[in-house]
């Protein structure tokens, strides 16, 4: 009995010490208080840090031109330091957004449209006044208009502006195309080509009369002055245009055939139709602007030149080469 009851009475001993040493360890254990005031102030510092980062950035963007950065991505480019000399409209780049989207106004103010550019000054001569029937043989415009600056090119370096009889005949927007016909090699100048026959008016009147071969200028004739002369005939055939209706000499009685052909001249304004013919077969006649272009094919060996007819609007007959003296009829 006597045991039971000392046993008893640790019991509450034992129990108040481990009461003691749990309570011990919880304060050991139990986390530090929170400091709050600590995280208020970096709280404070970092939204200041942002504020300052923030307002950086707002001025760097402030400060760069308005082209120095892209819009939607892409690369961005910056502009040179300094002023530059600004380049013309047609080497400025494209802009890259949408064509039809709006234009982006100009930081300074609202966009301003451009004026308008004035017109180039033409370069390529008149087209004849009727291209089926004077531009032949599948020769465009374009190509009578590059052969006509290769035989002006050609005068200017062939003869020296010191030559007294020198004659700058100008530039191909002085001039309109009245034919343009392939050319026909002979003994005297072998290969094929093309003829390009063109004039002015101004500022003296001029007809040039041009052979082209592989893009080279093989012959070149010129006429400078008043396509009449002293002439009283209604019509004037043009008395180099023989270079164009004519082979060799030397070939004589013995043309290549088929023989595309032509003639030239002057009219006058009597002059309402005319009719050619060569070889027994008629050709065309066109009247432009003061110059008539008659042409054809000759199918056979001839003698005669090109028989020639003008007529008034009445239809009356005002001029024959048969019965003109100055027009060589046949042939050499």
Known sequence: MSGEKQGGAAEPEFEAQVRSLLAG??????????????????????????????????AALAA??????????GSTTTSPAGPGPTAPVSERPAPTGSPTGPASASPTGPATASPPAPSATPTAPAPPASPADQLLDGITFDQA???????????????????????????????????????????????????????????????????????????????????????????????????????????????????RWGIIGGYRASVASMTVSYGGGAGEVVLDHGWFVATGTLHKQVTAAPHLKGYDATGKLVYDSDQDASYERTLP
């Open 25 to 58: 360890d919880a304060a050991v254990v139990r986390p530090s208080p929170v400091p709050y005031p600590e995280i208020r102030r970096r709280g404070v510092l970092e939204r200041r840090r942002r504020l300052a980062v923030g307002g950086a950035a707002l």
């Open 64 to 73: 760069l031109p308005v082209g120095a950065y892209a819009l939607g991505g």
């Open 145 to 259: 208009a590059a052969d006509l600056g290769k035989c002006l090119d050609h005068n200017k370096a062939q003869r020296s502006s010191k030559d007294p009889t020198y004659t700058d005949l100008g530039k191909p927007a002085d001039y309109r195309i009245l034919l343009a016909m392939r050319s026909t090699g002979d003994s005297n100048a072998p290969g094929n080509g093309r003829f390009v026959v063109a004039v002015r008016q101004k500022p003296v009147p001029a007809r040039l009369i041009c052979d082209v071969k592989d893009g080279v200028v093989s012959g070149l004739n010129t006429s400078i002055g008043d396509p009449f002369g002293d002439a009283g005939t209604s019509v004037v055939p043009d008395m180099n245009s023989g270079k164009l209706y004519q082979q060799s000499y030397i070939d004589k009685g013995n043309w290549k055939l088929p023989f």
